[in-house]
């Protein structure tokens, strides 16, 4: 992010009401200061094909026993928006696709609400192989997988992040609060703008959230627009 887009940013969060962002860093929120920072750098030695090679034989974990399929994640590598999920479910674990099924029928349609098409952006989650029963990331899990998903961002370098749910944004941003408060400001990670809202599969659940989720991807579209 330059200069400029970075103080087009910061005027749009002061017309939302928002003075200030938070970074992770050694696992405690604090105030990012701009001055000196400079954009995350792509690394030419990477490549997205090759870490997704590398990706689909990992035994790391135990999850590697139970699973169908790795789930690595898929798009446009050269997207500006990266989404990052928990991790795969049922229907993502068999076909080996993520965001798959009713939820991801429902982030396709979030997306087309902010006019982002899904075949532009690039789709991943903390973890590549589905948890049994659909529960929560192991600590260990997330050690050995959230790799993966760290070179995924040096590859893509994405002008901004959009995180579903608490469990990715704990995970990712290794910072401990309840969904509502990731929700009040952006997030900095590795320099890039992050976003959090909630899940799909909890919207599903629970359709009376729609509305704040609403909110949230109004507030991000502002953002992602000022970047075009």
Not at 40 to 56: G, M, R, T, V, W
Not at 80 to 106: M, Y
Request: charged share 25%; glycine share 4%.
């Amino acid at each position: 992010m330059d200069l400029k887009a970075i103080e087009e940013y910061l005027e749009l969060l002061k017309f939302s009401g928002i003075n200030e962002m938070v970074v992770s860093n050694n696992n405690e929120a604090s105030i990012f200061d701009y001055k000196g920072k400079s954009p995350l750098k792509k690394n030419h030695k990477l490549d997205i094909n090759s870490l997704k090679a590398e990706c689909l034989t990992c035994q790391k974990c135990k999850l590697s026993e139970t699973r169908n399929k790795v789930v690595f994640g898929e798009g446009n590598p050269k997207s500006d928006l990266l989404i990052i999920g928990e991790a795969p479910g049922r229907e993502e674990d068999l076909t080996g696709h993520v965001f798959v099924g009713k939820a991801g029928q429902l982030l396709t349609k979030m997306l087309k609400a902010i006019n982002i098409k899904r075949e532009d952006i690039y789709i991943a989650n903390i973890l590549k192989c589905r948890p049994p029963e659909n529960r929560n990331p192991a600590p260990k899990e997330v050690e050995n997988c959230l790799p993966f998903l760290e070179k995924q961002i040096e590859i893509i370098q994405p002008k901004a992040i959009l995180l579903f749910g608490r469990v990715a944004a704990v995970n990712l941003l290794k910072i401990e609060q309840n969904l509502g408060a990731f929700r009040l400001k952006p997030f900095l990670f590795k320099n890039i703008p992050v976003f959090v809202t909630y899940h799909p599969s909890a919207l599903l659940r629970n359709p009376s959230w729609k509305k704040n989720a609403w909110a949230d991807l109004q507030f991000f579209q502002k953002y992602y627009e000022s970047l075009r």
